[in-house]
């Protein structure tokens, strides 16, 4: 059975920043490009970071110099260190974990950026 856990989510003041962990399990993590996705209220979910196995990453225009993607594949692990967020940056916060056509997601963290 595939599992993916997300945590470190929670409420942060504008200028903050909060480290998300996924921890994957049931899969062969090194072969799977992993993501972090976000869904605002009333938007669609939308990629924010995702990182392959050959380390090679890609982020949001949104998040590029605040946002850091990482994985342990010793772990089963993937990161997502989020530094200066602001109130655009409150959604669920999901993870994915994609190989040829398996496509799996966790059940998503909340991330509240407010004063």
């Known amino acids: 059975q595939v599992q993916l856990v997300e945590s470190g989510g929670g409420l942060v003041q504008p200028g903050g920043s909060l480290r998300l962990s996924c921890a994957a399990s049931?899969?062969?993590?090194?072969?799977?490009?992993m993501g972090w996705y976000r869904q605002a209220p009333d938007l669609q979910r939308e990629l924010v970071a995702s990182?392959?196995?050959?380390?090679?990453?890609n982020y949001a225009d949104s998040v590029k110099g605040r946002f850091t993607i990482s994985r342990d594949n010793a772990k089963n692990t993937v990161y997502l260190q989020m530094n200066n967020l602001n109130a655009e940056d409150t959604a669920v916060y999901y993870c994915?974990?994609?190989?040829?056509?398996?496509?799996?997601w966790g059940q998503g963290t909340q991330v509240t950026v407010s004063s």
């Open positions: 994915n974990a994609r190989f040829t056509h398996r496509d799996y």
């Open positions: 990182i392959i196995s050959g380390e090679r990453t």
């Open positions: 049931g899969i062969s993590f090194s072969i799977y490009a």
